[in-house]
């Protein structure tokens, strides 16, 4: 299906996801996932799940498997314990990329429960807050994997910082790799009085309101859960309400492009 050449913004109120909701967890889904399933609604370009998830201590995800996916997960508050089958053992926090590669088949659990990691921790009474997204490969089978990289300190100047990517062009200044060659997560922690940010060029984006309020040029103003899905479109400035933090996919294909790897 080829992309569309008229350039599309298209505003999803946060209020307006799909949503699970159980004793420990808080879950709203920008595109169908699970149970809930709109078929006018399964993607945008490459990005399949973007879920926002709460999850109260002591409680969380027991083992799964995945297969054929880049999950990449960032945790806006509280803390999440990752343990996988290749014997990946660590705890995610705010300012920390990490992204796990299911290709052939991967099992993992993500608990907010630190300190049975650590015995010298304190249990905790603060829910882990988190957005995680999956995208998919260029190709299916590879070998799984895991990275993870501490990326506070670029993320304290307040630029769009490239979190996550398989695009060439970023080769040199992403924190973490993953197999999409078409696709790439940024994130921006925007103080209040900023100048902004601009927007990359795509044909797919998608703009996720993680934290606070800002304005989007062409699009207004978007609160907290708030998204853009824009097509073929591009160069827009992104100034923040207050403190504000944002999440950006650039992506240059779409699900079932004959032209994406």
Same mark, same amino acid.
């Given at each position: 299906m080829p992309t569309p050449t008229t350039p599309r913004i298209e505003l999803h109120r946060g209020g307006d996801r799909l949503k699970t909701r159980i004793s420990w967890l808080d879950s709203k889904h920008s595109f169908s996932f699970g149970e809930h399933y709109d078929p006018d609604n399964t993607h945008h370009g490459l990005l399949l799940v973007n879920n926002e998830d709460v999850v109260l201590p002591g409680e969380g995800f027991d083992t799964h498997p995945h +297969?054929?996916?880049e999950i990449v997960t960032w945790v806006l508050g509280g803390? *999440?314990? %990752?343990?996988d089958s290749l014997g990946h053992n660590g705890v995610i926090y705010p300012g920390l990329a990490q992204r796990m590669?299911? @290709? !052939? @088949?991967? *099992?993992h659990? =993500?608990?907010?429960d630190s300190w049975r990691l650590d015995a010298a921790q304190p249990e905790h009474d603060e829910p882990v807050h988190f957005v995680q997204m999956w995208v998919v490969p260029d190709e299916p089978g590879v070998d799984p994997g895991y990275q993870q990289l501490e990326i506070d300190a670029e993320l304290a100047r307040g630029e769009l910082i490239t979190v996550a990517s398989g695009l060439p +062009?970023?080769?040199? +200044? !992403?924190?973490?790799?993953?197999?999409?060659?078409?696709?790439?997560? %940024?994130?921006? +922690?925007?103080?209040? @009085?900023s100048a902004g940010i601009t927007l990359p060029d795509a044909p797919y984006l998608h703009v996720f309101v993680a934290r606070g309020e800002? =304005? *989007? =040029?062409g699009a207004g103003t978007l609160a907290q859960g708030d998204a853009v899905r824009m097509t073929r479109t591009g160069g827009q400035r992104v100034r923040p309400r207050g403190d504000a933090e944002i999440l950006v996919w650039e992506m240059h294909a779409r699900l079932g492009d004959s032209s994406r790897g």
């Open positions: +297969r054929d996916m803390s *999440l314990v %990752h343990q590669s299911a @290709g !052939t @088949g991967i *099992l659990s =993500e608990k907010n +062009r970023y080769r040199d +200044r !992403t924190a973490i790799a993953i197999n999409s060659s078409h696709a790439a997560m %940024h994130a921006a +922690r925007m103080p209040a @009085g800002v =304005e *989007l =040029e």
